[in-house]
């Protein structure tokens, strides 16, 4: 069979991966209640969750009364600075921050997103995509609703607005309709609400900061701000802050937690904890589990830069091979505005990521990645090595072949553009140029992440990505898959 591989070599608008063809990060939300500077505090959780989406960043912002806020394109520390903190008083905050769509980046898209309801105001954050949001906005849009966003988010403000029940039975009631992958957190100028979807697919963890209560996406951001963790949200819940303290209801009851396994291969960062597991320690056994499967006798291991260190790591403990940093990645975290040409592109990668010749010359490398993809960076990568002079690169994913899009929220190409569903192993190895190819099995993971929440057999993960299975109806996502309708609507 003849292929070439194809698509986007880099994600435009992204200053994280650069050149890569990685998916895209997710959202990130961050929220507090209680908190003398909630604005400022809200700024740093953000800046911590800055790698979950790089698009647009806002905060919104009440100390009971009117709602403050400010949303711009770029990066929180390019959208905010110390006056536009000042700005922005009050005790309570929600705060977003959004990934990097191809192309079409608008402000209106930008969250929080805020609304004039007849019972006052609304912000609304989210993470995540909701499967069934076109359905729910044609029938709403028949009724009358005028929308003013792309955003699916703005859907669930409307079913808000229409309901004849108090807010907090209102968005229970907006939220039991929503099918998908997603993660909440609603602001109304006396209450904080946070909601975890029925299967718990997105990430979302409370914490305490003395009397005050905090969320966030990812438990980094609570140890940034100093917040101790209280505990994840469990699937189907909703936590009511208000004025009296907190409580916990259920919009739906729990069903299976399917956690989105690309959390713990890549997305969140390694000092993160997924409930009892820490990001770098799964990542770590994923690589020693890999080295079981799919041992290969070399000089040296080395890890793609940064996601993949500690897989790779793992790796080499395990198989006694020593670690070495065969590959350098920029620390320019800047992004990137001018397209360059073909030839330009070559040279791009190697400002952000370069083969250490002196470490790799002349050496068997095992190269350890977390994911393939479109293939377009394996090969590079691979490339890069053999021209500094590697003698063999033996490539290992720490994960099982990316075969299927995702519909809750992580911006993946059609399944036409995924190297594994289009290619035997053996096809992939040709295609990328390595001496030899190997994944992490399915099983192999989900026993390296181990976590005691986890049901068997999935572990408590969302793996639809690799076998197919996906944890809710989809609402004909799939007909659509990878095409700019179905990118994420956050
Ligand atoms: S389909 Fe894959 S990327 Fe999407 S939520 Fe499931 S595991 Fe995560």
Redesign the pocket.
């Known amino acids: 069979m003849s292929y070439a591989i194809s698509g986007a070599y880099y994600n435009e608008g992204s200053g994280r991966e650069g050149p890569f063809d990685r998916l895209k990060e997710e959202c990130g939300i961050f929220g507090v209640f209680g908190y003398k500077d909630a604005s400022t505090l809200t700024y740093y959780g953000l800046h911590t969750l800055q790698h979950r989406g790089e698009e647009s960043a806002g905060i919104c912002v009440s100390g009971g009364d009117s709602f403050r806020y400010h949303r711009g394109m770029g990066l929180v520390k390019e959208v905010f600075d110390a006056e536009r903190l000042a700005e922005l008083g009050g005790d309570r905050a929600i705060g977003h921050v959004r990934y990097s769509t191809s192309g079409d980046s608008r402000l209106a898209n930008a969250q929080p997103l805020v609304f004039k309801t007849r019972d006052g105001e609304l912000a609304v954050a989210t993470n995540g995509n909701i499967v069934n949001a076109p359905h729910i906005r044609h029938g709403l849009e028949q009724k009358g609703s005028i929308f003013q966003t792309t955003s699916d988010t703005e859907v669930i403000a409307h079913l808000i607005a229409r309901s004849e029940h108090d807010f907090v039975q209102a968005a229970k009631e907006a939220l039991k309709e929503l099918v998908g992958?997603f993660a909440f957190l609603l602001m109304t100028n006396d209450r904080l609400l946070a909601a975890s979807d029925p299967h718990g697919?997105r990430p979302i963890v409370m914490g305490r900061l003395g009397d005050a209560y905090v969320f966030s996406s990812e438990t980094c951001a609570l140890e940034a701000v100093g917040a101790e963790l209280v505990r994840p949200l469990e699937p189907g819940e909703l936590v009511v802050v208000d004025a009296w303290g907190h409580r916990s209801e259920r919009f739906a009851p729990g069903a299976k937690r399917s956690l989105?396994?690309?959390?713990f291969i890549y997305f969140s960062r390694p000092d993160s904890q997924l409930h009892d597991v820490n990001l770098h320690t799964a990542r770590k056994h994923m690589g020693m589990q890999l080295a079981e499967e799919a041992f290969v006798d070399a000089d040296i291991v080395t890890g793609v830069p940064d996601s993949s260190i500690s897989a790779a790591i793992g790796y080499a403990e395990k198989t006694g091979i020593p670690y070495e940093m065969g590959l350098i990645k920029s620390k320019y975290t800047g992004r990137t505005f001018i397209q360059p040409s073909q030839e330009l592109r070559e040279q791009g990668v190697k400002m952000k990521l370069s083969a250490v010749r002196s470490v790799v010359e002349g050496k068997r490398v095992i190269l350890i990645d977390d994911s393939i993809v479109r293939g377009t960076t394996s090969r590079r990568i691979v490339n890069m090595l053999r021209e500094a002079g590697a003698r063999e690169v033996h490539l290992r994913i720490a994960s099982p072949p990316f075969r299927?899009p995702?519909?809750?929220?992580?911006d993946?190409p059609k399944s036409e553009d995924l190297l594994a569903h289009m290619h035997t192993e053996e096809e992939m190895r040709k295609l990328i140029g390595a001496d030899s190819l190997a994944f992490l099995s399915k099983e192999g993971m989900i026993e390296a992440i181990g976590g005691s929440y986890a049901d068997k057999p999935s572990g408590g993960?969302?793996?639809?990505?690799f076998d197919d299975d996906?944890p809710t109806e989809l609402y004909g996502a799939r007909a659509t898959a990878g095409s700019e309708a179905a990118s994420v609507r956050r």
């Open positions: 992958g697919l989105c396994a690309m959390e299927h995702c519909f809750y929220g992580i993946t993960l969302c793996l639809a990505c996906y």
